[in-house]
Each structure stands twice: as C-alpha cells, then as structure tokens.
C-alpha cells in the first residue's frame, strides 16, 4: 500500500501508537532534552523496520522510573555512519504513557539502498545504536533474507536472534508472527521456564488479556539480549501469526478464547494497539488491514500477507464429519473445496494477484504465515498422531508409542517406494494404505483450498516465479507448490516453491512423536518417510529450532536452514551437520537440491 502524507496523517489519528514524520534536519542539540532530573532508561532497545526505497521506521521505549510520570521528551539522531559524523535527520517528540512511552518516527526523503545508523536520547540518557537499511531501486543483483517465526519466551533461550544478529549481508528480516505468545506461566512449553530463569514476571504471569496485559508480555519479550541484538541489527518486516492475540486466532474468535474471558474483539483490538505500539511497523488508518508491499529493486516483490485476523473464516474439525460414512466424508470433501470459504477474503486476495499479474520483478515472494504446500498424510498417520496426543493429554508416555510408530512408517515408506517403482505387486490395499489421505493441518492452507488454487493459478497463468515463505510449525519445511488437477486455471502445474521456517524457541511435530535431538538415526528415518509419503514435500526438520536464509539472484531463489544445537542451554552451537539448502531457478518452479 502507497505511503503518503495524508495516509501518516489518518493512521496516526487512529491513535495506534505514537509516531512522527521527520523530513531531515531541525536544528535542535540532541543533549537539550529536558529534565536530567526525570530518571528514564532505554530498557528495550531500538527497532527498525518497514524499509522502503526513501524512508525507515525507527523506534524505542523510554522507561520512566517514576510511574507518576505522564510525559517525556525523545530526541533523535540519523546518520550515514555508525559515529555520527554525518548526521541527516534529527527532532524531538513527546512520549506518554497513553501509548506505553513508545516511540516510532517515520524517516523520510532517505537514499535507496543505503544503511542508516540512528540513536535516541530522553532525559539524559542515550539509547544503544541501531542501523536499518533503505530498500534498492532499478536494477540489482542479490537480495538476501532472514526469516524468522515463533518466539515463546519461557519456552527456552532466543540464540536464534543472536544468530541473526551475526549475519554481515542481510537486507531485512522478514518475521512471520506469534513473536510473542499468550500464555501464562502455566500454560503451553513453559516445563522449563524456572530452571531456565525465563518465568515471566509476577505482574504478567497468567494468560494475557488486556491492553495493560500485551504491554506487558512485548515488554518482558524486548528485554531479552539476542532480540534486541537482532532488532539494532537489521530493519525488521513484520506481521502477525495468532498468538499475538489467542492461539488459532480466526476472524472471530479464538481456540484460546473463552466466553468468560470478555468479548473477543475487544481482546482482539487491544493486542493490536499494543502490536503496533511495539513493533517497527508502519502505522495504517486500520489496524486490522496489514497487508503491504515491498519492492526490492527490479529483483523481489515481496507481499506480507495477513492469514489471521482480517478475514479467516473459523478453521473445520475433524470432528464435525462423520467421516465413517460415505455422506460425511463427501460433506467434508465439498465443505474443503467451498469457493466462499476464506483464508485471505476477496479483497486481499485480489489484491495479491493483481500484484503478482502486474509485477515486472523477478520473483514473486509471499511472506505469510501458515503452510501452502500441500501436505496430506495417510490416515494411519494421522490416527497415530492423534493416538500420541490423546497419550500426552492423559499423562501418559508417548515414548511407549515411538516403537509402534516405527514400525507403522516403515511398512507405509516400503509400500511407497513399491508404488513409486511401479511393482504390479502392489495389492489395492496396500495402495489404499499410502494414497487415502486426508490434510494434516486443517488450521493451513490445506483447510482453505478454494483461495490457494486461485492464488497458484494466477502464478502458472502469468508465468510467474512464485516463492512462498511460511512459519506457524515450528518445523522447517521445503514443499513443492502444484495446482489441483481440477484447477480451471492451471491443472497439474508446478507453480512455485515454498520454504518454511524452524521456530525460535516453540516445540514442534517432535513434541507428539516423542522425539528428541538425542534420537539421531530414528529421527532420520522419520524424517525421511515423512517427505516420502506426502507427494509435494522434499524436505522437512523435526526436531531443530532455528531460522531460514533466502538469497535472490537473476537466476535462482537459494534457501539456507540454520539450526542452533540446543535452546535449553546458555551455550550452543550452530549444528553445521543439519544445515539444508534448495533452490529454485528462474523460469522453472521446481524445488532443487543444492
């Protein structure tokens, strides 16, 4: 969506957080701040975000000391070099706690393609420095990618931001959501919290439900030395998953929403104002309307998508079919496929492929936040995990089941690869075994199949180098993006390539297997077997938590998974044996081992 003077103007009005147009240089000494006697610390750090060709988000959090205080006064300070020396925009503002005493400017009439160094100072006290990067025009060579999902901080340490910190190339990062999470002290992934000193605080130890609540938790999150390190880094490009609100947010409600939690859009806007409050997001007239644009030079169109709060219908259930008989399988298959059921709503989706229709760059990237690839396992597989759950739910050991589960993947793996070779003796019920299949993931793509063959369509129709980013797992994944057979657009094309993330910190598909890092060889083997029964999947990780690289060329889209040894400890180190890469070249939507 285009930036202009009158669109700042609106959003600021809106109240979702204070920010400020600055233009370049006004004069003011950045040490005439005010009171020196009003005690204030930068406890969170800086941000950047939301790049384009002329202009950056800046932003920090003043703590006052003092929780009588109302008001303060924020200077800041741009340059084009880390010492200052060549200063292109400063100002002043006031700060309140109407909007948590945070901040963002809007820096305006900058260089493309240029790093910007930037600091804040409030009452005698300057901020840390940070440094965000403008976005390129006309014609360029590489543009490179972290990307980044789920974050739970009592859930294990974040040395998968300090990675990123590390990272000498980057142009941004890309961050697909649940940055932070709803929970209480008590709630999801937190068994370890206290040994690892990761409790959340007393003030903010139950579920998150408030305005003051979000506040809150983003505040308790920002303290944490590898994200800060990550934000001063690198222009971060957000946007939202679920747990940002409730887990399994849809348009109206919440999986991890109760009636006696109050009325749920309420909830819902007040997480958003803290949302906008706190990330280095740019400012929209409507809160809920995220979705945007960016353009990196002739090379990369990249569209951040909004799967969650805007228009997502309310995900099926199994458990609303009665999928043991014929009429309830069919009611399943028709409620699957249905042309109204929405993901991304008219409007965004229209929006989405007319951009892609119309776009001259190379690649068409997609940063957003749930599973596109389709990925369907047999039902055995699917009762088993079901079976693990309803173990773990219990207080039972789910590890008496790994040797069942074992066993179950080996002989749907050996009948695969029968089929696959095309063995005359494969009878139909061992067919039956591997090819009846139903989706995994109802809350994915999969369960919104309608919008997701309109979208591929487009991309095949437009000749299109489609590459879509996702998170949400907790897994990394590689899936290859094809089109039904009865798509009326395109029938049976590769459309494009997905690559998905590893989380921060948040378990993932080897929590219901019982698997852990230790389980080398069963891993594996696991692993395996997974990409071997679900037809467009190449690749997957189970059990590692880390984040994703993406470097576009001319010729190819190259993918990077990078995995940190271990979250539970302060010491780590980056596994170099579980590093992964594929690639994508330009005019072949095909998934590629590097």
């Known amino acids: 969506m285009s930036f202009t003077r009158r669109t700042f103007l609106k959003a600021s009005a809106a109240g979702f957080g204070a920010a400020v147009l600055s233009f370049g240089l006004t004069g003011c000494a950045f040490d005439d701040n005010g009171d020196v006697h009003i005690p204030v610390s930068f406890d969170h750090g800086v941000a950047s975000g939301d790049p384009l060709n002329d202009s950056l988000i800046i932003w920090t959090r003043v703590t006052p000391k003092d929780t009588t205080t109302n008001s303060l006064k924020v200077q800041w300070q741009v340059a084009l070099d880390s010492q200052f020396t060549t200063i292109s925009h400063d100002g002043e503002a006031q700060i309140s706690s109407a909007t948590d005493f945070t901040l963002k400017v809007d820096l305006q009439g900058l260089r493309p393609n240029t790093a910007y160094y930037y600091r804040f100072n409030a009452h005698g006290k300057t901020s840390p420095v940070g440094q965000g990067k403008t976005l390129p025009i006309g014609d360029i060579d590489k543009v490179k990618l972290a990307v980044v999902s789920c974050a739970n901080y009592p859930a294990g340490y974040f040395h998968v931001y300090g990675e990123i910190a590390k990272q000498p190339d980057l142009d941004a990062v890309i961050h697909l959501g649940d940055y932070i999470y709803e929970y209480g002290n ?148 028709n409620a699957l496929g249905a042309d109204d059921r929405a993901l991304l709503g008219s409007e965004q989706l229209t929006w989405l492929t007319d951009g892609i229709k119309t776009s001259d760059n190379r690649w068409q990237v997609l940063g957003q936040q749930v599973l596109m690839t389709k990925m369907h396992l047999p039902i055995e597989v699917m009762l088993l995990l079901s079976s693990l759950q309803t173990t773990q739910a219990s207080g039972g050991d789910p590890r008496a089941m790994l040797a069942q589960a074992n066993i179950l993947f080996a002989e749907l793996a050996q009948i695969k690869i029968r089929v696959l070779k095309g063995d005359p003796t494969v009878t139909p019920a061992e067919l039956a075994r591997v090819e009846t299949t139903v989706p995994y993931n109802l809350d994915a793509w999969d369960g919104y199949a309608y919008e997701r063959e309109v979208l591929l369509g487009t991309a095949v129709a437009a000749q299109k180098n489609l590459v879509v980013l996702a998170g949400d797992t907790h897994n990394a994944w590689a899936g290859q993006l094809k089109t039904d057979a009865n798509n009326p657009i395109a029938a049976s094309k590769n459309a494009g390539v997905e690559f998905a993330t590893a989380s921060v910190s948040s378990p993932g598909l080897e929590e219901y297997l019982a698997l852990t890092t230790q389980d080398a060889q069963t891993v594996a083997q696991i692993e395996q077997v997974i990409a071997l029964l679900v037809n467009d999947l190449a690749y997957n990780n189970l059990v590692n938590r880390g984040y994703l690289t993406v470097t576009f060329t001319k010729e190819q889209a190259n993918a990077q998974w990078n995995y940190v040894s271990t979250i539970k400890a302060a010491d780590y180190q980056m596994l170099e044996e579980r590093k992964k890469g594929f690639i994508m070249l330009a005019g072949q939507p095909q998934l590629l081992t590097v």
């Open 186 to 333: 008590d709630g999801y992934a937190t068994e370890d919290a206290a040994k690892l000193g990761r409790l959340l605080p007393e003030d903010n130890q139950g579920e998150i439900i408030t305005l003051s609540d979000y506040r809150k938790r983003y505040a308790n999150y920002r303290l944490d030395g590898n994200l800060q390190a990550a934000h001063s880094h690198c222009a971060f490009i957000t946007v939202w998953d679920d747990h940002e609100v409730a887990n399994d947010t849809w348009r109206d409600g919440a999986q991890n929403h109760n009636s006696d939690e109050g009325d749920f859009s309420e909830r819902k806007l007040q997480a958003l104002q803290a949302y906008f409050e706190w990330m280095p997001i740019r400012n929209v007239a409507d809160k809920e309307r995220i979705y945007r644009r960016f353009e990196f030079g002739n090379l990369v169109s990249l569209y951040m998508l909004d799967t969650r709060m805007l228009a997502r219908d309310k995900p099926l259930d199994y458990a609303d079919f009665e999928l043991s008989t014929a009429t309830g399988q069919g009611e399943f298959v």
